[in-house]
């Protein structure tokens, strides 16, 4: 896979780990329309640094390698060089930054967990969506970005029942000091059926 280098902003990587308070626009454009927006924040965090809280706080805010590319005996960090080696890419060593929901009182749902994987110079190697759904399952895609942070992939999960798991998803990440970005968008056929958009302030 080619390095994304410009796939991380001008700026460089926010201090971490990060709260990103932003906002989730959902946009369905078939059977019906339907488009809403909600306020949320999510982790952003060096996977070998997570976040140290006080005790008391802990509960409220934790990460676990069984929420994370399956492995509950392995690190976070174990799990992705993993599935990265088993799509031929190896990012042994280098720095893994994953933006995911926390566990809170020992639950979580992350619709969507990223990571991005940098080479020594800091260029993006690749990224790693890890979908999950409200039945318990989750599947990885394993991403060659561009250096404007946009990727292409076949959809191959089921995460709705208003859509088949047929299509096409267009993506893009952007990270920059002070803010990020994720975009999904679902095509079917010629139609753009579907977007979601994360967008926050680092």
Known sequence: MSAGAA???????PSLPALVDGVVTHDRRVPLRHRFRYRVYQWLVDVDA?????RWLRPFASFDSADHLGSPAHTIR???????????VDVTGG???????????GHVFDPLSVFWCLD????VRCVVAEVHNTYGERHAYLLDIDAAGRASTDKAFY???????DGRY???FLLDRDRLATTVRLRQGEQAVFSAVFSGAV
């Open 120 to 123: 020594d110079a800091g260029a």
């Open 95 to 105: 720095r893994i930054v994953m933006l995911a929901n926390a566990r809170v009182l």
């Open 7 to 13: 796939a991380i902003g001008p700026h460089g990587l």
């Open 50 to 54: 997570p976040p140290l809280l006080p």
């Open 159 to 165: 995460v709705s029942p208003f859509f088949t798991v």
């Open 170 to 172: 267009d993506l893009r």
């Open 78 to 88: 174990a799990n992705v060089e993993h599935f990265c080696a088993q799509g031929g």
